[in-house]
């Protein structure tokens, strides 16, 4: 008989059988569409010298260099603005003033909506904006309505109980935001605002349409003025790791963060003298 956990019945050996066969399956599956893909790259001689010499010019790696740089630039002016806003967002949407919280659930309903290419031309476009500051405007405004409702989803999470107690010691409600629900809503908050701050990272490259000169700009440049056969492959294959290595930096920085969440004295448990035997009472007569 198999014995019951609490989130889910431990599974019997019909089932951890399929289950491994599940498994080889998907493996054998995975090797064979990357064996596929080595294929085709070898076919078409991606690999060969030729196609990776010009990488070893000078010119091209200050090109890409600098195309990388300015998207870290465009991430990071992006990514404290989203923050900002989102803050402030989440702040109106929790507000008890019937306006406020109106007016911030139009603007973060509206931005959630509106698909963020379209921001971003219409800024560059229509507003006639630098190619820089339209696309850190238009990434601040779609991340941070997305990250206010992850700040007020956040806040909600915590226990009702937690508010009540804060309230019933004489806390106002600055004081409750601030010390009782924050402190305990970010660690639940924390993997939605780095999944939220890979997607700004991504969204960067939509800047060489605007004739932004990032990261995957450089890199068409440099595939344009290559003069062989399917140029792009290799440019890509240069272009995606970096991408990719930045996105899991991401996501190690918020596990260390939790990490040290954990460990932070202010969040560990406390120790609590025994108890002791107290003077008693005189006995009412």
């Known amino acids: ?12 050996p019909r089932t951890r059988k399929r289950h491994r066969l599940y498994g080889i399956t998907s493996t054998v ?6 064996g596929w893909i080595l294929y085709l790259l070898f076919d078409t001689d991606q690999f060969t010298y030729t196609k990776w010499m010009p990488f070893e010019y ?25 923050l900002a806003l989102g803050t402030l967002l989440a702040v109106g949407r929790l507000s008890d003033h019937r306006p406020v919280r109106w007016l911030s659930t139009v603007v973060v309903e509206f931005f959630r909506a509106m698909p963020v290419l379209v921001m971003i031309f219409f800024i560059f476009v229509a507003l006639k904006v630098q190619p820089l500051p339209a696309l850190v405007a238009g990434l601040t405004l779609y991340n941070g309505s997305v990250l206010a409702e992850v700040f007020r989803s956040g806040v909600g999470s915590v226990e009702r109980g937690q508010r009540e107690a804060a309230y019933a010691l004489g806390m106002r409600k600055t004081h409750v935001m601030s010390y009782v629900l924050v402190p305990q809503a970010v660690r639940a908050m924390l993997p939605a605002i780095i999944s939220q701050l890979v997607v700004a ?3 960067t490259s939509l800047g060489y349409l605007i004739t932004y000169e990032e990261f995957l700009h450089a890199g068409k440049l440099i595939a344009s003025n290559l003069d062989y056969d399917l140029p ?50 005189p006995r009412m007569q």
């Open 232 to 281: 792009f492959i290799p440019v890509v294959m240069v272009i995606s790791p970096i991408y990719i290595g930045m996105c899991m930096l991401l996501s190690w920085f918020a596990g260390w963060v939790s990490r040290r969440e954990q460990r932070s004295p202010k969040t560990g448990a406390v120790d609590v003298a025994p108890g002791e035997p107290g003077t008693l009472l």
């Open 1 to 12: 008989m198999t014995t019951a956990n609490a989130l889910y019945d431990v599974p019997g």
């Open 201 to 203: 990272l991504k969204d």
């Open 29 to 34: 599956v995975i090797l064979a569409l990357i």
């Open 58 to 82: 000078k010119g091209i790696q200050e090109l890409l260099l600098r195309g990388l740089g300015n998207t870290l630039k465009a991430f990071g002016l992006a990514a404290v603005l989203s």
